[in-house]
């Protein structure tokens, strides 16, 4: 109890008697019962229940059914002459239905003596023991699954610290019974009875980015929402109207995603553009995509990605004619650690942007880091200060400074790095306070904001130099931010600063950075997808300009390292099994298809194979390399070939069979002309019978010697038997002859030869 003793209506602090607040808390318990009995309103539904975690609700250990949470009005702050309205939020998380029941104000007589104090009143479950009852009301009945806000005021008369001449916090309380179940909030309000006080100096830093992506750029479908009316990257601007004190760090993607669109981006996006560049605010840069710094780090990279080239994404139809430039410094300067991209012209088309010039913005900071909240160590701050990056705004929760007694300046000193180290618990509040998806949540949000001030104020007479950071996923459903900047600067403990000035303030040697690593299973996937990119710019060399592919795949794994993606609500592992999916896909777009056992009966020739490009809209020039698995084939030379988009083509490879028949293994390999494999290796067998050849040609000799050879005899054997006829006709034909001249003219036979008259007959006739 903490050496008070109490007794009913009573309060005893050692010998002093506090019996004027004793007696406003019974006038105001009265008051609020005459109320209620008036028929004053006890309950009103509430359409959305307060913001989970914005106040502490206590459940009683027997009956966890209920829950309950509190806020007060104004932000928190009440001042003499209002009236104290709380809200308290009862919800039925149950499938059961209660009946009526009652709700106790209640407050601590003891004010909050600094943070710590409040932070641990604030989460406690234990029950009080110091507290005052002040006001009560009722609870109507607790459909199943329904929630209830019961209002509690208590008259500005009656309000117990109403006398108090100094600011306090004081800490509030409500206890819900309905039907034998009980539950507890706590919530606090800032005492402010006027006067002068001591003011901190805080500066705001806000991102400028848009919903988690995996795609690079940001398409013009998806830009036309976020710049319309109520769109995300409309609200931030909205935001900013009067608070040219915020410093604001954009992602230079949504630049880079307006501009190469030129002509055809949105009329909308191009408007907000323009807005941007008018912002009277401190601006600078954050890594392309909003891309993780330290993970990349602690990935093993010496310094943070940049994007290499954007030439993919630009239309030249849409840059006739040159349109306007907005936000562009006179002389751009090159991307740090960039490797520059030629202007993707062609023929006598329109100039079209570089990547400098896409990415060009009139920032009036340069060398901030950004990470994410309790990602950081000290090893990675000297690669950050080589890469330019000197300045690292830090979360609180990233270093010691809750363990502190009183509250740090934000600037710090960590080896060569200037560290801005924004106050956790601010941040917090301020970010809750800015996504509220309702009135009560705003108030529990600014009631823990504003009496952390109050007490920060209350720590020392000098005026402290505070950082409060945004974080990168408020946008989605933030639309309380220019409400939130408003209360945030126009309380009694807050002067609105610069980030400039901040930093510049005297250092906090006291704040040290506490090492955060970022956990191994994201470095694991940051490790996968860094590997994935280097397949794919080697996978890259087969297109007539690499960059295409290299260039997307840079943007795109940046923007899937985004800062956003660290929030638990976003699924990040599906996005990267999404991102390793498609790599894989890539990978294996161009291929040999299956090819059937080749059969080989000459001694050389060519074996065909059809590889298919299955890139949309990428033509290809490989190279197929062909390797026998024995010496009964020989390869000439590799094949080379451009292949279409989305087509296939044969490939040959010419071959020649050396002495041997039998079986060869052809190992199949596509390459690209600078010798990277592309694909995954194949074979097909090839049955050699390269003697065939020669046997066939013997046989066929053969057969013409002897198709020659039996027509030349059939022609001698006619021959002879045509000349045999002949003959046998000519005898005939002189037998007939000699039949006819057998008779003369005197009667004698042929074979009667005269007589010659020299003979001896004649001699003597």
């Known amino acids: 109890m903490r050496g008070r003793m109490r007794v009913p209506g009573l309060s005893l602090r050692g010998t002093r008697i506090r019996a004027a607040l004793v007696g406003a808390a019974v006038t105001a318990a009265t008051l609020l019962s005459a109320a209620g009995a008036a028929g004053a309103p006890a309950a009103a539904p509430a359409a959305t229940p307060a913001a989970a975690g914005s106040v502490t609700s206590v459940q009683t ?214 807005r941007l560049s008018a912002l009277p605010n401190d601006t600078f840069s954050l890594g392309y995509g909003d891309a993780d710094v330290t993970g990349q780090i602690q990935a093993g990279l010496p310094a943070p990605l940049q994007p290499t080239a954007l030439g993919y994404a630009l239309d030249p139809k849409n840059f006739t004619p040159t349109p306007t430039a907005i936000g562009e410094p006179q002389t751009p300067t090159s991307t740090p650690a960039a490797t520059p991209s030629p202007s993707p012209t062609s023929g006598t088309g329109p100039t079209l942007p570089s990547l400098d010039r896409l990415l060009a913005w009139d920032y009036s900071l340069a060398g901030i880091a950004w990470p994410g909240d309790g990602t950081v160590r000290a090893a990675d701050l000297p690669p950050l200060t080589a890469a330019g990056l000197s300045t690292v705004i830090v979360s609180g929760s990233n270093t010691n400074a809750a363990k502190l007694d009183a509250t740090p300046n934000a600037p710090t000193r960590s080896g060569s790095s200037t560290l801005a180290v924004s106050d956790q618990r601010l941040s917090d509040a301020l970010r809750q306070a800015v996504s509220a998806p309702s009135d009560l949540a705003w108030n529990a949000a600014m009631s823990k904001l504003n009496a952390q001030l109050q007490l920060i104020g209350a720590e020392s007479s000098t005026p402290l130099h505070l950082l409060i950071a945004l974080d990168r996923s408020w946008p989605s459903s933030g639309t309380q931010l220019q409400r939130t900047l408003d209360s945030l600067f126009s309380n009694p403990w807050s002067t609105p600063a610069t980030f400039s000035a901040v930093v510049a303030s005297t250092q906090s040697a006291e704040v040290a950075l506490t090492d955060s690593p970022e956990s191994q299973a994201r470095i694991g996937a940051i490790h996968a997808l860094l590997q994935d990119e280097k397949a794919l710019d080697e996978f890259a060399t087969i297109l007539a300009d690499p960059t295409t592919l290299a260039g997307r795949t840079r943007a795109q794994l940046l923007t899937l390292l985004a800062v956003s993606w660290q929030n638990p609500r976003s699924d990040w592992t599906a996005a990267v099994a999404q991102s390793r999916g498609a790599t894989v896909k890539t990978l294996h777009a161009v291929h040999i298809l299956p090819t059937e056992n080749v059969n080989l009966v000459s001694a050389q020739g060519s074996i065909p194979f059809t590889v298919s490009n299955e890139l949309p809209d990428e033509a290809v020039t490989v190279v197929l390399s062909a390797s026998p698995s024995n010496s009964r084939l020989e390869i000439d030379q590799p094949t080379t070939k451009t292949i279409p988009q989305d087509s296939r083509a044969t490939m040959l490879v010419p071959v020649k069979a050396k002495v041997g028949n039998g079986q060869v293994v052809l190992s199949l390999q596509l390459y690209s002309p600078t010798g990277v494999p592309i694909g995954d290796p194949s074979s097909v067998t090839v049955e050699v019978h390269a003697d065939w050849e020669g046997i066939g040609a013997l046989i066929f000799g053969i057969l013409v010697v002897l198709l020659f050879g039996f027509g030349i005899v059939r022609n001698i054997l006619r021959r002879r038997a045509h000349r045999r006829k002949g003959d046998d006709e000519n005898d005939a034909d002189d037998e007939s002859t000699d039949g006819d001249a057998s008779v003369d003219a005197d009667g004698r036979e042929p074979d009667d030869e005269p007589r010659s008259p020299s003979g001896p007959g004649g001699a003597h006739g």
Request: net charge negative.
């Open 61 to 274: 250990a027997t009956n966890p059914s209920i829950t309950a949470s509190i806020s007060a009005s104004n932000a928190g702050i009440l001042s003499p002459g209002q009236d104290l309205v709380v809200s308290v939020t009862v919800s039925n998380p149950t499938a059961k239905a209660y009946a009526s029941g009652s709700v106790t104000l209640w407050y601590d007589t003891e004010p909050r003596s600094s943070r710590n104090d409040l932070s641990s009143w604030l989460t406690s479950t234990t029950a009080e023991t110091d507290r005052v009852d002040f006001g009560q009301a009722a609870v109507p009945t607790l459909e199943p699954g329904s929630s209830v806000v019961v209002p509690v005021t208590v008259p500005a008369a009656a309000v117990p610290f109403g006398s108090r001449p100094t600011p306090a916090v004081f800490g509030i309380g409500a206890t819900v019974a309905v039907s034998d179940h009980a539950a507890e909030a706590r919530g606090s309000v800032a005492w402010y009875p006027g006067g002068e006080t001591t003011r901190s100096d805080i500066a705001v830093v806000m991102p400028i980015v848009s919903p988690s992506t995996g795609a690079g750029l940001i398409s013009a479908q998806d830009l036309a929402t976020y710049t319309g009316a109520t769109g995300v990257l409309t609200r931030d601007l909205d935001g900013l109207q009067n608070h040219s004190t915020v410093a604001v760090g954009i992602d230079p993607m949504i630049i880079a995603s307006i501009r190469a669109l030129g002509n055809a981006a949105p009329a909308s996006a191009t408007a907000w553009l323009d």
